[in-house]
């Protein structure tokens, strides 16, 4: 596609419950990140793809969560038993390259607001 | 590991005047990238301008202009002849040249300063 796509933009989920966040990168794009903005604050890295495998998840919180990207070009991040400090901005980025041309530059997606009741 | 710091949540300013955005960084590496992102409502970030830290001359982009001080570790955003579409939260990011992991591969973002274009 022409920008990154990321679906839902908006999910409500209840404590305790899983979740699943999508997106789609750019077309070409080898290197693929997934950040997370709370209220407030600027975007924090969570983990890192070039092609299909996680190259960085050492911004992963904890356990709970996990992101794949099977097929070198759709990711998903995974989100187990919610709670409502998972609540924030979760934001998607594609790159052409990844860590060996650290002037590429990354675009964003617009984000999917996930709400922990 | 690299640090961003805005120190400026808010800023205002009227259309058509100048205004300049701060940001400060930590790092002992000699070469990396800095950049400067917008975020509107729609949440979704875009890319102001971006430095290379191994070049001299500051980058400008048509109303955008940086102040880079590699010494003083200092990377200023200017917007001349502020527009009411410039509203929006800015956000000061760094990238490592190299791969070292930990979340290096990536961008390190400040907590961003909120700008508002008074008409």
């Known amino acids: 596609g022409a920008g990154v796509s990321q679906t839902p933009s908006n999910k409500v989920t209840e404590k305790g419950k899983y979740v699943e966040l999508r997106c789609d990168p750019i077309?070409?794009?080898?290197?693929l990140y997934w950040y997370r903005q709370s209220l407030g604050q600027g975007p924090e890295f969570l983990i890192y793809?070039?092609?299909?495998?996680?190259?960085?998840d050492s911004g992963l919180p904890n356990d709970r969560f996990f992101a794949v990207r099977p097929e070198g070009s759709v990711s998903t991040l995974k989100i187990q038993r919610t709670e409502r400090g998972d609540s924030a901005v979760y934001l998607c980025?594609?790159?052409?390259?990844?860590?060996?041309?650290?002037?590429?530059?990354?675009?964003f997606g617009a984000g999917s607001r996930l709400t922990v009741l | 590991a690299q640090t961003v710091t805005q120190s400026q949540p808010e800023m205002s300013v009227q259309e058509a005047e100048t205004v300049t955005l701060s940001c400060t960084y930590d790092t002992s590496e000699s070469d990396y990238y800095l950049f400067w992102y917008k975020q509107p409502p729609s949440r979704q970030m875009i890319l102001v301008i971006r430095q290379e830290a191994y070049k001299q001359q500051n980058a400008t982009e048509n109303r955008f202009s940086v102040n880079f001080q590699k010494a003083a570790k200092s990377f200023s955003l200017k917007i001349s002849d502020s527009q009411l579409g410039d509203a929006a939260m800015y956000f000061c990011a760094y990238r490592s040249a190299w791969s070292s992991g930990g979340g290096a591969d990536g961008l390190t973002f400040g907590k961003g300063t909120h700008l508002i274009i008074q008409p």
């Open positions: 077309s070409g794009h080898t290197a």
């Open positions: 793809f070039q092609g299909t495998g996680a190259a960085d």
């Open positions: 980025a594609s790159s052409l390259k990844g860590t060996t041309s650290g002037a590429n530059v990354l675009t």
